[in-house]
């Protein structure tokens, strides 16, 4: 019988719920063998939200939820054997490190031996001149702000140098999302880097993991379409992986969702631009044959996950100073809402216009038309839809001052006495802005690598 790995899932974004990781660890427990778990809780939004959080704060810049994530399994896992790999150093892996070895202190952990991935940071090895745009964001607009922070997707490798060298939790930045889970099989099965066939079995498991709840019926549950048996108690998701590549879905026990054929196909095309060639900083996959099976309630075998060489270049996210962003709200409610909604709009419109603010200004009417409207707000004006019972309106502003999106805010505020009547709820504020663009840069001129402290050592 092949040897077998489980992996479990404990987030999918920064934000998850943070008792998620209590079943899927309970889970793997009484399972027992071979077993790791991981934390997937950086998107490229929240690469940009942490650098903003490391500007204001030098030490800052991990995951805000760290420890309430990790407090109530960190010293479970180890008192098992079981890895934790997070990518919650965001735009700061040595601080989430920090904060992780103080965390094990407080549990009575000095010993815990706490790996941390560095290499991710390319800002002062980039030269964006002589790099190609990625294909997929080569229609933004950087404008001509400065570079704030450059990060390139590394492999799975510094992730498994740490795993071999006794880390029982490794904190890394920018990862590929399906080498969380891929840097546990490596070190367990001892595969080469350059086994292709097995690399995308275990960036498969990865791939189809990352999202955390999105595969357990999160993003499937669909009232009345598509039910799913106690929401509110979704579990995550776990991945038996097996030595001979074999891969089964399944999920923590005693939990809401469910596991089948719809979900597994939904999340395995998630993010998927074309599926004969889905790119990974490990390996690139091949999805043109998979197949799904259902073998169990709760239990969906993977099959047919082909993979070639990983790619020649690897993407490097770069964060540019954007600017502000100024935004308002008000609600308008009861007969003829949607009217007073479009007339405040409107006045919005043309109080920028009489104040000169150098703004490019957007108004979405919520609840009538914002999703699927344009900057040009042509959909809430020819809206013909039934009367609503409420309507919201929001401004939103980019600016190159906080003056200037600031003043455009308040004209919302401003709404409460100068009309349309009826208004309320109103609420203003002002942000700065992050644009990012993605560029494709060489592996050789990347330098990752991993360390390995103690907690004692890291909360010297």
């Not at 399994?73 to 904060?99: D, M, S, T, W, Y």
């Amino acid at each position: 019988m092949p040897d077998m790995f489980r992996i479990g899932n404990c987030a999918g974004f920064s934000g998850d719920r943070v008792d998620a990781p209590g079943p899927v660890v309970d889970t793997l427990i009484e399972l027992g063998g071979p077993c790791a778990v991981f934390f997937e809780v950086l998107g490229e939004r929240t690469v940009a939200l942490a650098q903003l959080e490391k500007r204001r704060d030098p030490l800052r810049g991990y995951e805000p939820m760290l420890e309430r994530l990790l407090e109530p399994i960190l010293k479970r896992c180890a008192g098992h054997a079981i890895p934790i790999i997070g990518n919650f150093g965001a735009a700061n892996p040595p601080g989430a490190a920090r904060v992780i070895a103080q965390l094990a202190l407080r549990l009575g952990m000095p010993e815990l031996k706490i790996g941390v991935v560095h290499g991710d940071d390319v800002r002062e090895r980039i030269d964006l001149a002589s790099l190609p745009v990625y294909e997929a964001d080569a229609a933004l607009d950087t404008g001509d702000g400065e570079i704030v922070s450059a990060n390139a997707y590394l492999s799975a490798r510094p992730m498994v140098d740490a795993l071999a060298s006794g880390a029982q939790i490794v904190v890394t930045g920018r990862t590929g999302d399906p080498s969380l889970a891929l840097a546990p099989l490596i070190h367990h099965f001892g595969w080469r880097f350059d086994d292709w066939a097995r690399l995308a079995v275990g960036a498969t498991a990865g791939h189809l993991l990352e999202c955390g709840a999105q595969i357990t019926g999160g993003y499937y549950y669909d009232p009345g379409f598509k039910d799913i048996p106690d929401p509110a108690n979704i579990g995550f998701p776990i991945a038996e992986v097996g030595s001979d590549g074999s891969l089964v879905i399944t999920k923590a026990a005693r939990t809401g969702g469910v596991v089948n054929a719809q979900v597994v196909k939904e999340q395995l095309l998630y993010e998927i631009h074309d599926p004969s060639n889905y790119i990974t900083p490990d390996v690139t996959l091949d999805f043109t044959q998979v197949s799904v099976r259902e073998i169990a309630t709760d239990r969906v075998e993977v099959l047919g996950v082909r993979g070639g060489p990983a790619p020649e270049k690897v993407k490097a996210t770069v964060c540019f100073d954007g600017g502000w962003m100024g935004e308002g709200e008000i609600s308008y409610a009861g007969p003829n809402c949607l009217a007073r909604a479009r007339a405040a709009a409107e006045v919005l419109l043309e109080r920028l216009r009489m104040r000169k603010l150098e703004v490019k200004p957007r108004v979405d009417l919520i609840g009538v038309a914002s999703v699927h409207d344009g900057d040009r707000g042509t959909k809430w004006r020819t809206y013909e839809g039934g009367s609503p019972d409420d309507v919201r309106v929001r401004l939103a502003v980019s600016a190159r001052t906080q003056d200037d999106a600031d003043q455009a805010a308040r004209e919302v505020l401003a709404l409460y006495c100068c009309g349309p009547a009826g208004g309320g709820g109103v609420r203003w504020r002002t942000t700065p802005r992050i644009r990012t663009q993605s560029y494709l840069m060489p592996p050789g001129d990347l330098a990752p690598g991993s360390r390995v402290f103690t907690a004692a050592e890291l909360a010297r």
